[in-house]
């Protein structure tokens, strides 16, 4: 690979300064007319490429978006990240996306690197135990638009999309109650997070405007696995009184109790009810479908990439928006004892 | 926001040319010791700070390597990052997913923007109709690495990591011959496509050597989605003669068939057998468990990671790898017949 040309090459040729070619090269009205084409000229002849990372670095404009999240293989991830390239890649932006694995170090390199790549704007989805919030800031200070979505943290100056993961705990609930369950038990993921946390109070509100009765034991906290959600409804089960519904802050919890359930001959819908969050597409694919609430990613992609839009044009960057998104209960036939049917 | 200090102001204030400041600050063995301690020292006075991007250009390694992908909500695709992840992360490389959509001037656009933000390698699976392989040999010119995985296209001077699909094909026919099917369907999906016409190849040629009948009717070119899996599952159902068997190159197209045979009452696995490709998770989800052929993503992400380190560390870069895995069949439900117990 032959050396490249740089400015120091024309500099020489010329014998200027290098800071001179560099500020002719980029238009600047403190060098003559008669210089830039000098130097114009020299930089054809010598087949000088002004680098385009090097224009970003000069410009400040990349025409990359940075989105980062904890892991692209969930239904929501990677519907969010549908909706964002939907709104920016017409307007000319590349999406970039990283995943932190919910590690917080992680989280603050791959920001450092965005930045270091001159990102126009980044879009993103905390790490579950982020509370550091120095690298969030470091964006801004940069004048770059931060939007969160989904799992959010407090800063001054970023602006986030969520879902209203109370109201659709709260419906979950309510309809497991309208089906005529009266013991029902809340499947919760790590209650630190903002939106687990939601989801429960959601549940835990229905409750109460429903006269049902709250049962601690009813709660237990599991990751969102198959696995987990198999071991805690086990631990249901062998409860005293056990419930006849769950409501899971997560469809895999939900999926792993209903394979328990059946496998020890309980009927779902007719003797017990189950509701999952977050829509996954398996919650379609079963025989027996899986009631769930939709978080209407595409919907907050698209949201989270408007607002960054929006900042791009506004002269004053420090628009802060908060725009909290509606959930959609799907009622499918894992909790729909009142029309069940048998075939 | 204050201007950030540059190495202009750091050569005004010691009256030297800004290419000697910079010279310095980058340990250029033509500059004294004395003056780089001297402009060390007014840099740090100054609050000057090198941009990593601007180290990036001059050493040419941004510890970044792009992957590029169709989509990165299919099981191999996630699976795959995954692997890459859990060996460069480790190597203090940070990774950039970028999704193609299958467009293939997107590839292209996306290529472009990844060399400009310097990367240090790309690992990619092309777009289903790139035939151009010009953006390809960009990347090599520049002495890039370049690792294509699962669907590659030739091109001088890259390494590839795919799975034996034709193998993996043959040995869901096989198996689906020995299950005592005899009238096997298969759907394809676009065979312009390697991946895909490999397939096609394993099934015929599992056939022709168990002296099995190929029907022409029997092979249908679908869409890898739930409903094109049901329509095409209905066109075969609809023949004179249907089929007891289908090896499906895609597991939603799977999925769809079953759907639809189990909504005309057709038994399965007792009066028809499926087999799918690709792992998905849900076809372990259902009632009624999908068999399927496992790509190894993970491994096969692990591999690409390698070659693309081999390459980093060697000498010459001229390294072209190209690494075969074999896949490995995964028998459930929906295919055993042998074993089958109505319960």
Redesign the interface.
């Known amino acids: 690979?032959s050396k490249k040309t740089t400015i120091?090459d024309i500099?020489k040729v010329l014998n200027i300064?290098?800071?001179t070619v560099s500020r002719a090269l980029n238009n600047n009205p403190r060098i003559s007319e008669d210089t830039k084409k000098l130097v114009q000229k020299t930089a054809k002849k010598l087949n000088y490429k002004q680098?385009?990372?090097?224009l970003?670095?000069k410009s400040g404009k990349?025409?990359?978006v940075g989105v980062v999240l904890p892991i692209?293989?969930r239904?929501l991830f990677?519907?969010v990240?549908r909706g964002i390239?939907e709104e920016l890649?017409p307007m000319g932006y590349?999406?970039?996306?990283?995943?932190t694995?919910d590690d917080e170090k992680?989280e603050a390199?791959?920001i450092?690197?965005l930045l270091?790549?001159?990102v126009d704007g980044i879009i993103m989805s905390i790490a579950r135990h982020t509370k550091n919030t120095e690298h969030f800031e470091q964006i801004l200070?940069?004048?770059i638009p931060l939007i969160f979505f989904d799992r959010k943290i407090d800063v001054k100056g970023a602006s986030s999309v969520t879902l209203d993961d109370f109201r659709g705990a709260y419906e979950a609930t309510q309809h497991l109650i309208e089906q005529g369950c009266t013991k029902i038990a809340h499947f919760t993921v790590d209650r630190s997070v903002e939106i687990y946390r939601k989801r429960y109070e959601g549940y835990k509100q229905a409750l109460l405007n429903n006269s049902v009765v709250f049962n601690e034991d009813y709660v237990l906290s599991l990751e969102s696995k198959?696995e987990s959600g198999k071991d805690a409804a086990k631990k249901l089960m062998e409860l005293d009184i056990p419930p006849d519904a769950i409501f899971s802050a997560s469809d895999l919890g939900a999926?792993g109790a209903i394979q328990y359930l059946?496998g020890i001959g309980v009927q779902i819908p007719q003797d017990f009810c189950v509701v999952g969050f977050s829509n996954e597409?398996?919650t379609q694919?079963?025989?027996?479908t899986i009631s769930t609430v939709d978080q209407s990613p595409l919907l907050m992609g698209k949201t989270a990439a408007k607002v960054f839009l929006e900042q791009m044009n506004a002269d004053n960057l420090k628009i802060e928006r908060r725009m909290v998104l509606s959930p959609s209960l799907k009622i499918r036939k894992s909790s729909s004892r009142l029309d069940y049917t048998p075939s």
């Open positions: 690979m120091y500099a300064t290098a800071a680098n385009s990372l090097a970003a670095l990349s025409k990359n692209i293989n239904n990677s519907n990240i390239e890649n590349n999406v970039i996306i990283c995943q694995h992680k390199d791959i450092q690197n270091n790549a001159q200070k940069k004048n198959i999926l059946k597409p398996f694919f079963m025989e027996l």
